[in-house]
């Protein structure tokens, strides 16, 4: 048995057997089969080797016509590589004396090959990259054969993978795929927040994870507390199932609420909203009591699809959320790319650090095709449902009035064209950066309304890049830094009468709601998994309980110490939420 810590991303308990997804472009794990096993490890590396090379035979093929026979030498060296034994024997040597897997073994082999290139003379060196591109090719055909079994799957799998990106998630078949762990990742990377979004339970930023677990291997993910339990014996066994039994009685206990009001004891109504990213979701936000959409995060129409959406793509996508609402609120967010793989991967210069670089708002002020595109589609979907539009990441009025001038024009173009839209749809602001939330008394005087988006604005107020698990335990968003933004914004939005809301995601969190609502939050935009389990705690608290915890933490000068009080208070009102394992800071 090993037991392994990461962060907890999505929340719950699952038992089942591992799944490795290996990326090619990565070290492959090594990773022993049966001895049973070697034959079938012999056969794929060859198959794959076959493959590759009348993939290059193709190729080769190609560009002798395009380009003429000489351009074309260069796949007969790739090909010739692929075929000699000196590269290929040492591959099947190590399955046969290690037992390792075809893919372990092709790694190694392209990787000394490369390593004894790089050390002949210059006119030899040049091969190293040739290499490189055979070993991806040679990979990506013994790797790729994971995904065809990955949507064949007949039992119930954990997929363990270094890292993972939301299209490989939306790729998940959630009858088999019950909960996933990787080795890299944060609490809000985009994988974490559409781990969280499918209601799967997920660990991330797991130091060694991919060397340590293997195919078949039975597996523990606690997503409550970011442990991961590897071949685990029969005692930890047991004791899991009894926490999944706990789980389940608890929120078997939350199906009543469903039709109920969110209201707190003493009457004060708090809004409970839901995050999406793809349509589909506002069933379950509706199923669950939610009461509309405070935060579209529309990139996931970029991140998951393999072509930019056209305005087609966008306005079929926030039709489909208007007529599912049936006239509940829809906040739409416009896209926030930009420190994100999706555009990265696609920069002829990728930036050293996108998150302080060309993102959201400024990424779509200096991409104004794709950003009109967009802002054509959201206003044309405003003619047939109550459409909320909101920018992300505002650091100066200057943004803002720009995203608000190119949106004035974009209405002008649809007036001028005869297309129906809402000329009076609200135009508000995420607050997720420290300069937003100080000025937050000029920025009132200008949004309809503020959205307070906690993952950015921990990220920035505590100089924590929030998808690096190796100072996760920096990220928090009980600083007391973070506390006084946030009460600021929420003060001045008061002052000027415009709504404020929470979207983050630690606005889904229980430990963490009593103080939202004490410090004068009444709208929550959460995750359709976490609506439940938020409005048993809204009706199970008055607000003045609330205010008195706030202040007491706003006194707190330590995140450690708010985060413990917090935990220390909602334990108190809310026992049974909890399965009886003593609490973690």
């Excluded at 290996?22 to 060859?46: F, K, N």
């Excluded at 997503?223 to 389940?248: F, M, N, W």
């Excluded at 009132?444 to 309304?449: C, I, K, L, N, V």
Aim: hydrophobic share 40%; proline share 5%.
């Amino acid at each position: 048995m090993e037991t392994l810590k990461g962060i907890p991303v999505s929340p719950g308990v699952m038992v089942g057997r591992v799944f490795v997804l290996d990326d090619p472009r990565r070290r492959v794990p090594r990773r022993t089969v049966a001895p049973a096993g070697v034959p079938a490890e012999h056969s794929r590396l060859d198959n794959a080797l076959a493959q590759s090379v009348n993939e290059i035979a193709a190729l080769a093929e190609q560009t002798s016509k395009d380009m003429g026979a000489e351009a074309a030498k260069i796949f007969a060296f790739h090909a010739g590589m692929l075929q000699d034994a000196t590269l290929t024997r040492p591959m099947h040597a190590m399955i046969d004396k290690e037992r390792v897997s075809a893919e372990y073994a092709a790694w190694v082999g392209f990787r000394e090959a490369a390593s004894r290139f790089a050390a002949m003379p210059d006119v030899f060196k040049t091969k190293v990259d040739d290499v490189r591109d055979l070993s991806l090719r040679v990979l990506r055909h013994l790797l790729g054969e994971q995904q065809s079994r990955l949507a064949t799957l007949d039992h119930r799998a954990v997929v363990v993978a270094r890292d993972l990106t939301p299209s490989q998630c939306a790729a998940f078949d959630r009858r088999h795929v019950i909960a996933f762990a990787t080795d890299l990742g944060g609490k809000t990377s985009h994988t974490a927040i559409f781990a969280r979004a499918l209601g799967i339970p997920a660990v991330v930023g797991v130091p060694g994870l991919s060397d340590a677990a293997s195919d078949g291997n039975d597996i523990i993910i606690d997503g409550d507390r970011g442990v991961v339990i590897i071949s685990p014996d029969a005692p930890t066994l047991a004791e899991y199932t009894g926490y999944i039994e706990h789980r389940k009685t608890y929120e078997l206990s939350l199906d009543e609420l469903r039709g109920l009001p969110s209201v707190t004891r003493d009457g004060q109504p708090i809004t409970i909203l839901g995050n999406i990213e793809f349509p589909e979701e506002i069933n379950a936000i509706l199923e669950e009591g939610g009461e509309g959409v405070g935060l579209y995060r529309t990139e996931f129409l970029f991140l998951t699809g393999d072509h930019e959406p056209t305005e087609e793509d966008h306005f079929t996508a926030y039709k489909r959320a208007i007529d599912l609402l049936q006239g509940r609120i829809l906040t739409i967010r416009t896209v926030d790319l930009g420190a994100d793989k999706y555009t990265q991967e696609r920069a002829e210069n990728p930036e050293r650090n996108p998150a302080l670089g060309l993102r959201s708002i400024r990424y779509c002020l200096q991409s104004l095709p794709m950003f009109k595109r967009q802002l054509r589609a959201i206003l044309r979907a405003s003619a047939y449902g109550q459409v909320k539009v909101m920018f992300p990441l505002i650091t100066s009025t200057n943004e803002f009035r720009q995203g608000k001038y190119i949106l004035n024009d974009v209405m002008e173009d649809l007036y001028e064209e005869g297309i129906p839209f809402d000329m009076g749809i609200e135009v508000g602001m995420m607050v997720e950066v420290p300069s937003a939330a100080l000025m937050a008394d000029a920025f009132a005087r200008e949004a309809a309304f503020f959205s307070i988006g906690t993952n950015d604005l921990v990220q920035y107020t505590l100089a924590v890049d929030r998808i690096n698990e190796r100072v996760a335990n920096l990220y928090n968003p009980a600083h007391p830094a973070v506390i006084k933004l946030i009460k600021d914004t929420i003060r001045a939005a008061r002052r000027h009468k415009i709504p404020v809301s929470v979207c983050g995601e630690s606005a889904g969190e229980i430990d963490y709601d009593m103080l939202l609502i004490g410090l004068g939050l009444r709208t929550l935009s959460v995750t359709a998994s976490s609506i439940p389990h938020v409005k048993r705690l809204v009706r199970s608290v008055t607000v003045a309980q609330c205010e008195q915890l706030a202040r007491k933490a706003c006194s707190l000068d330590s995140d450690l110490a708010v985060t413990a009080f917090l935990r220390d208070q909602v334990r108190k009102i809310l026992p049974e939420a909890f399965d009886g394992r003593s609490a973690e800071t």
